[in-house]
């Protein structure tokens, strides 16, 4: 059973488990929409964009970059810098190029970079849609768009994988400058207990 729609930040981002569910469905679908989704996803989860941010790329701004220059014209709360891309996210990109190319989208440096079946540069409205369908496909809570953007915060804050022990004393730093907060208090929501320490709190 789907639950309502999640938008606050103590809520509002994916675990491990919901995350696999809605990418594995994505990327076991292979009709025009879900690729186009699964990179738009894929993009704003590796790199946490706000979900403008992500809409308002022109295909120059990614196409055979390493990251991407969040200028004026891009960010969103005057929040501008550069978002690295890893190596897996520059391949999805540049199989996604090849594919807007097969579907004879236009790869003019000025094109958006995900557009709508009309052709047009794909709406806010258009993205909320999106997530709640592939939220509801892959039977895990509805999500907001946003909640990408969280789910990336709480996988720096959380990560036991790539992090050395003194680098994991400076999470709270690269999630403020991963998200480009202009404060640090801005980022102390990632600070607070998750929803699954409070599952296991509910416990005691």
């Known amino acids: 059973m789907i639950q309502n729609i ?12 919901e995350e696999r569910k809605l990418f594995n469905l994505l990327k076991n679908r292979k009709d025009k929409q879900a690729e186009r989704d699964y ?17 308002a790329l022109n295909v120059a701004d990614v196409y055979g970059k390493d990251q991407i220059a969040v200028d004026e014209r891009i960010a969103e709360k005057g929040a501008t810098g550069e978002v690295y891309l890893p190596v897996d996210l520059q391949d999805i990109l540049k199989r996604f190029m090849k594919l807007k190319k097969s579907w004879g989208e236009s790869l003019e440096d000025v094109s958006p970079l995900f557009v709508s079946k009309k052709g047009k ?7 909320n849609d999106i997530m ?15 909640a990408l953007r969280h789910t990336k915060a709480h996988s720096i804050m959380d990560d036991v994988k790539h992090l050395s022990d003194d680098e994991k004393q400076k999470a709270l730093l690269f999630t403020n400058k991963q998200l480009r907060h202009k404060s640090l208090n801005a980022t102390m929501i990632y600070t607070m207990p998750t929803k699954e320490e409070m599952e296991k709190v509910a416990a005691i």
């Open 132 to 146: 709640d369908k592939w939220c509801s496909a892959a039977d895990i809570p509805r999500y907001t768009p946003h």
């Open 6 to 17: 999640r938008t606050n930040a103590g809520t509002n981002y994916l675990t491990e488990i």
């Open 39 to 55: 990179t738009l996803l894929k993009l704003c989860r590796m790199t946490g964009l706000r979900r403008g941010e992500a809409l």
């Open 121 to 127: 540069r794909l709406s806010l409205r258009s993205f």
